[in-house]
T-cell receptor, first 111, second 114 residues
Framework: AQSVSQHNHHVILSEAASLELGCNYSYGGTVNLFWYVQYPGQHLQLLLKYFSGDPLVKGIKGFEAEFIKSKFSFNLRKPSVQWSDTAEYFCAVERTDKLIFGTGTRLQVFP | ETGVTQTPRHLVMGMTNKKSLKCEQHLGHNAMYWYKQSAKKPLELMFVYSLEERVENNSVPSRFSPECPNSSHLFLHLHTLQPEDSALYLC?????????????FGSGTRLTVV
């Protein structure tokens, strides 16, 4: 079945560590790709998006993601995480005019 | 505030009750969505409305009934729910369907069915 996969369900890091969260999708053809973040008790917020052009996209709060078409991947990265990055991160693919989400990755950052 | 407002924030209802969830946006968006967020599962798209017309119903049981009276308001009417329907229900809107710019989400309604 076509899907969006986030293989890391729970990631625990210390502050200043580097972060990479994996996202793979199984849809062929043109897709638009997104990362959303949900801070504890808050709504889903758009972190960054890709739909064409430079495959390395930069988002808010120092996050970036790289689209690798050959690997059907759109991994999220941040060189140095902060305690305030503790949240749940969702990868999403826009396909046939709707957003399909992955299961999410819970990130905990300890001081 | 995101521009998408959902009420109530929390709802506890019995299996025989009838209740409604409300979503409101004044962003000038033409498309609105209901998603269900359950623990350890992907967000599930339930319904899509575009220009007040339902354009998608993702095999959602009939005990969930959406209504979109105008482009700013979206309701989800609930009746005879089951305990497994307990979840966070999220409303979202976008400028149009197929919007490359992403969706704006509300804070959700936490529903508990007892």
């Amino acid at each position: 079945a076509q899907s969006v996969s986030q293989h890391n369900h729970h990631v625990i890091l210390s502050e200043a560590a580097s972060l990479e969260l994996g996202c793979n999708y199984s849809y062929g053809g043109t897709v638009n790709l997104f990362w959303y973040v949900q801070y504890p008790g808050q709504h889903l917020q758009l972190l960054l998006k890709y739909f064409s052009g430079d495959p390395l996209v930069k988002g808010i709060k120092g996050f970036e993601a790289e689209f690798i078409k050959s690997k059907f991947s759109f991994n999220l990265r941040k060189p140095s995480v902060q305690w305030s990055d503790t949240a749940e991160y969702f990868c999403a693919v826009e396909r046939t005019d709707k957003l399909i989400f992955g299961t999410g990755t819970r990130l905990q950052v300890f001081p | 505030e995101t521009g998408v407002t959902q009420t109530p924030r929390h709802l506890v209802m019995g299996m025989t009750n009838k209740k409604s969830l409300k979503c409101e946006q004044h962003l000038g968006h033409n498309a609105m969505y209901w998603y269900k967020q359950s623990a350890k599962k992907p967000l599930e798209l339930m319904f899509v409305y575009s220009l007040e017309e339902r354009v998608e119903n993702n095999s959602v049981p009939s005990r969930f009934s959406p209504e979109c009276p105008n482009s700013s308001h979206l309701f989800l009417h609930l009746h005879t729910l089951q305990p497994e329907d307990s979840a966070l229900y999220l409303c979202a809107s976008s400028r149009d369907r197929g919007n490359k710019y992403g969706y704006t989400f509300g804070s959700g309604t936490r529903l508990t069915v007892v």
